[in-house]
């Protein structure tokens, strides 16, 4: 560097040798993308002209010898199927032609070659294939053999020859662009050379001028960063150097500050996320010990609880059976109401019971068809039916994935509630019916029952909620709070439809089947695919499959749509009548 030289800025230093640098490069670059550009087009010649070509020529000499090999094969055997090769042939023969002719089109010589090919082709086809052919087809092998002879080995051997000539012009025009290819990849290599010259001397120039004013204050501020970084965030980092470094060492020394206070913060904030953790897990232990007791509570009503309010109730029975009449009415009455009483308490734990094994003890999911669920739960509400003359229909259902005997748990409740609050006088008509929505089935339970006013709608599946007294409606106040756990359980949900006149009418969702999603989307009309659309008691419902099972008590069950839950699925009776087919319309009526 000269004197004056010494006063420059980092910046200006660097920026001088850069130019200098920048200019010889430029020259080189420009040289070497002229070069580049050279072997390119050589390059696309051989690769995109010349290689294709070659290839083509030797399909198309196969394609000829196919054609000689066919007709020669049907002149000897008289078999049409030998003649598949000639025939098939023709058309490839052409669209070759074509595709040479245009890749040799600016090259006159080779597009000679090729129409010389081209016309004896044609000129054997017509003076020997065609004849051979029709000889063969009309006066059979030894009119065909005939025609086989010298003179038409040579006219094929001409068109041989004439294939091997273009076949060597354009082997020597590839081996030229080749040569070319050669040269200039040379000149590309020489002038990359002389780039990398340039480069390295110009790196060398910067390295010894750079190495006073720039490498070694950039070691000592380093040194300084990795003291810091060590763990000494109270260091103060000073710099020295150019004015630029200067400004790195302030700019870092203030970045140093500022996470010294973050992680001041940061710390603080990881004592108070450690005292969180910790009552966390003393929560998460604390609900380990809590469903443990849980399960062993569930076991002692499911065992111990039982067994005395069996023995309770037996007993209670034995004295209303054996004094009743002799002692006083008052009497009587207080021993129905313990009998009363502990069959409700049974009953009650039983539904507890149920309630709380609800995706706690699973089979496991499986593809369930509706319909013939639904057949089971016309089984188990037969008795109920025939109590009350009710009618129970419903529509075409369709096949989801989950447990079985949860969802005919589910059914059986909401059939049940709508069988048991009816209005007086008035025979029920129940209709289950279901359409996709979506990625959902929604499936709804239908009734002309006494139905329920808007403000107790959510209110119906807390558990242990009645809206009516057990003398009117008996049951335990569970079941749908059943329903509503067994639908959430299948990823779907519950609610009552407000939007009714008259009845009520309860829906709920469940995942559809992907295939079924699919078919739906893929409906010409743009609209969802449905099964029962029909949403009320109906006299009919389109069909499904209907297997009986045991019929259930008529008052026991399936919690009420007014909001008074009971549990289903625990009557026990004799089974109703099984069957299944499809007539159109399905109808469960009994009485």
Not at 7 to 13: A, H, P, S, Y
Not at 422 to 427: N, S
Request: negative net charge.
């Amino acid at each position: 560097m000269t004197t004056g030289a010494q006063g420059w800025t980092l910046r200006r230093r660097v920026g001088a040798l850069l130019a200098v640098v920048g200019v010889l490069l430029s020259i080189l670059v420009a040289a070497v993308i002229g070069a580049a550009a050279q072997n390119r087009q050589y390059t696309h010649e051989v690769l995109d002209r010349w290689g294709p070509l070659r290839a083509q020529s030797q399909e198309l000499l196969a394609v000829l010898v196919n054609q000689e090999t066919a007709v020669r094969g049907y002149a000897v055997t008289g078999d049409r199927a030998n003649l598949t090769p000639y025939t098939e042939s023709l058309d490839r023969e052409q669209d070759l032609y074509r595709g040479m002719r245009s890749l040799v089109g600016t090259y006159p010589d080779l597009a000679r070659q090729l129409d010389t090919v081209e016309s004896r082709a044609a000129a054997w086809r017509g003076a020997v294939a065609e004849p051979v052919i029709q000889a063969t087809t009309q006066g059979g092998t030894a009119a065909g053999q005939a025609l086989i002879g010298d003179e038409s080995r040579q006219r094929f051997d001409g068109i041989r020859a004439s294939l091997a000539a273009l076949q060597e012009g354009i082997l020597a025009e590839r081996e030229e662009g080749a040569q070319n290819i050669y040269r200039t990849s040379t000149l590309v290599v020489v002038l990359l050379i002389v780039a990398a010259l340039v480069v390295v001397v110009a790196g060398g120039v910067l390295l010894v001028s750079l190495d006073r004013i720039v490498v070694r204050p950039l070691t000592d501020l380093a040194g300084q960063v990795r003291e810091v970084a060590e763990g000494d965030y109270r260091h103060r980092i000073a710099g020295s150097g150019p004015p630029e470094f200067l400004m790195v060492a302030t700019d870092v020394d203030a970045m140093r500050q500022k996470i010294a206070k973050d992680l001041d913060e940061v710390r603080e904030a990881r004592e108070r996320i450690e005292w969180v953790n910790s009552q966390l897990q003393k929560q998460a232990e604390e609900l380990t010990r809590s469903n443990r007791d849980l399960e062993q509570f569930a076991y002692v009503a499911s065992h111990d609880l039982q067994e005395p309010l069996r023995k309770v109730a037996s007993f209670c029975q034995l004295l209303q059976r054996r004094y009743a009449g002799q002692l006083d009415e008052r009497a009587d009455q207080y021993i129905a109401f313990a009998v009363d009483g502990a069959q409700r308490m049974q009953r009650l734990i039983n539904d507890l019971l149920a309630f709380s094994r609800i995706g706690r003890l699973t089979t496991g999911f499986t593809e369930v068809d509706l319909n013939k669920v639904m057949g089971d739960v016309a089984a188990q509400t037969e008795a109920a039916r025939q109590y009350t003359d009710a009618e129970l229909t419903w529509g075409e259902l369709p096949v989801i994935r989950g447990e079985e005997p949860l969802l005919t748990n589910l059914l059986a409740n909401l059939v049940s509630n709508s069988i048991k609050f009816r209005r007086p006088d008035v025979p029920p008509k129940v209709h289950v019916s279901a359409r996709l929505v979506g990625d959902e089935w929604e499936i709804s339970c239908a009734d002309n029952g006494i139905g329920i006013e808007p403000e107790f709608a959510d209110k119906i599946f807390v558990i242990f909620q009645r809206l009516h007294a057990k003398d009117a409606y008996p049951g335990t106040g569970i079941g749908l709070a059943i329903v509503k756990k067994i639908a959430e359980y299948h990823g779907g949900r519950v609610w009552v439809d407000t939007s009714l006149a008259e009845g009520t009418a309860i829906r709920f969702t469940l995942p559809a089947l992907p295939e079924d999603v699919r078919a739906a989307e893929g409906d010409d009309t743009g609209e969802a695919a449905t099964a029962g659309t029909t949403d009320g008691p109906t006299d009919d419902g389109s069909g499904g499959r209907v297997d009986g099972g045991p019929a259930g008590d008529p008052m026991t069950g399936a919690g009420p749509t007014d909001g008074d839950a009971d549990g289903a699925g625990t009557a026990d009776g004799p089974g109703g009548e099984r069957g299944s087919g499809r007539t159109g319309d399905m109808r469960e009526t009994v009485g």
